[in-house]
């Protein structure tokens, strides 16, 4: 067997991936590099000057796992909790062909003053799902002049999804859960209607119906790709969610995120608690029936995303691509078919991965042991002060922008960076918003 005593680190030729497991005296970390194979064994005790030839060799280029080549990340992605099934499922994913989904949908949830950032004011949020998945498609939106904004002007985070999957050529269906407005792109509809102010306490109509549907279309789109990525675009989500989350017995108060700085959490634990009050139940009352728990005090999107990933997931891997909204997704993923989380990751951005008014590993950790993973994403370099935003925790997530990125730098192995994409963003964002 191979010895790590037979390599000096004080002669070991230093190169750029091998210096990260040298620098931390982690040798034996290099038998699994040297034979990425589980089943094959090193039978040679290397010298150095073999152990050289062997690292600059195109055998150990080729097959190198793209993972070995980090410790805590791929590319620019981050492990953000449960590492080994993370790193696993990158490694499984590296190099194959995804299809990015998104699933849109409005709640009357989001016109509350002060809930959702997600336009530039309450009353158009109808407006910015389809408006989002049309920029997707077209490069442009129809539905509305310009692009969805913050009230602060910050532009959608759709404009990094656009540009991920333009530049890895990954194709997109678009899934509507229950709109007013219709965008001006192809979409398959599930019958779901928009969401009513939770605070009714009936927030749906036919949210199992439209689970079933999902279910059966995530079968089914299982069988044409090796992975599915899976997003969302619902304004007044993170409030939605967390009454789920607490309706199905999840300690989720304070940790939800937002799309704006200054998170309000009092204004969305006030709208939670009223929505339960209205629906007559109790915390935790429907820890056990996720359909109730939608119907009285969820959205459209969750049963829709929650269906496709439970029928998508028996057969494929799937990245429930956002925030803490796939936090209520999970949950009731959970409840409904647990079986299919072993095929199940949360992929988010580094934005919403470090918020310190949220907390997005803990609520996975208390719902099911899934990784969650992150795009590495940094604009503090950029040139546009609108995208600079989001490094002060304007906006974090949407649209499934940080798993769209994770999946363009997973088909490139690698090659397409979070440098590459900032170009990207940045070339479309001066072409769609302007210099500044």
């Not at 999840?250 to 204004?267: R, Y």
């Not at 993973?373 to 503090?380: E, I, M, P, T, V």
């Not at 490139?412 to 590459?420: E, F, H, M, Q």
Request: proline residues 6%; glycine residues 8%.
């Amino acid at each position: 067997m191979y010895s790590s005593s037979a390599v000096s680190s004080r002669s070991f030729k230093v190169t750029p991936w091998s210096s990260r497991y040298l620098s931390r005296g982690r040798l034996s970390n290099l038998v699994s590099i040297m034979s990425p194979n589980p089943d094959s064994v090193v039978t040679k005790v290397f010298s150095v000057r073999d152990l050289n030839d062997w690292l600059d060799s195109p055998s150990a280029t080729q097959n190198r796992p793209v993972n070995s080549l980090w410790n805590e990340k791929m590319c620019d992605i981050i492990l953000a909790n449960n590492k080994p099934r993370g790193t696993a499922m990158l490694d499984q994913l590296a190099g194959k062909k995804p299809l990015f989904t998104c699933v849109i949908g409005v709640t009357e949830t989001a016109k509350i003053p002060g809930i959702s950032a997600a336009g530039e004011n309450p009353e158009i949020t109808d407006y910015t799902p389809p408006a989002d998945v049309e920029l997707l498609q077209l490069g442009k939106c129809k539905c509305i002049p310009g692009v969805p904004v913050t009230p602060d002007g910050i532009p959608t985070p759709a404009l990094i999804t656009m540009s991920a999957l333009k530049l890895a050529d990954i194709a997109t269906l678009v899934v509507s859960a229950g709109l007013k407005i219709k965008p001006y792109v192809p979409f398959v509809e599930l019958g779901g209607c928009p969401g009513r102010d939770i605070r009714t306490g009936r927030a749906l109509d036919n949210a199992e119906e439209v689970m079933n549907r999902a279910r059966i279309g995530g079968e089914n789109l299982s069988k044409t790709v090796d992975y599915l990525v899976i997003g969302e675009s619902i304004p007044g989500g993170t409030t939605t969610a967390l009454s789920v989350l607490l309706a199905m017995g999840v300690d989720a108060k304070g940790k939800v995120s937002s799309s704006m700085p200054l998170n309000p959490h009092e204004l969305k634990i006030k709208t939670a608690e009223e929505a339960l009050k209205a629906a007559g139940i109790k915390a935790g009352e429907f820890a056990h029936d996720p359909i109730k728990a939608v119907s009285t005090v969820g959205d459209p999107m969750q049963p829709a995303l929650a269906g496709l990933v439970i029928g998508a997931a028996k057969n494929v891997p799937v990245i429930m691509a956002g925030g803490t909204q796939m936090a209520a997704v999970l949950a009731v993923v959970n409840a409904s078919n647990p079986d299919v989380l072993d095929n199940v990751a949360v992929g988010t951005t580094r934005w919403i991965v470090d918020d310190k008014t949220a907390d997005i590993t803990g609520l996975i950790a208390e719902i099911a042991d899934v990784p969650v993973l992150a795009a590495d994403l940094d604009f503090s370099d950029s040139t546009f002060d609108g995208l600079k935003a989001y490094e002060a925790g304007v906006v974090k997530e949407g649209v499934g922008c940080g798993g769209a990125s994770m999946s363009a730098m997973l088909k490139s192995n690698g090659k397409i960076t979070k440098d590459v994409l900032l170009k990207e963003i940045e070339n479309n964002y001066k072409q769609l918003v302007g210099s500044t």
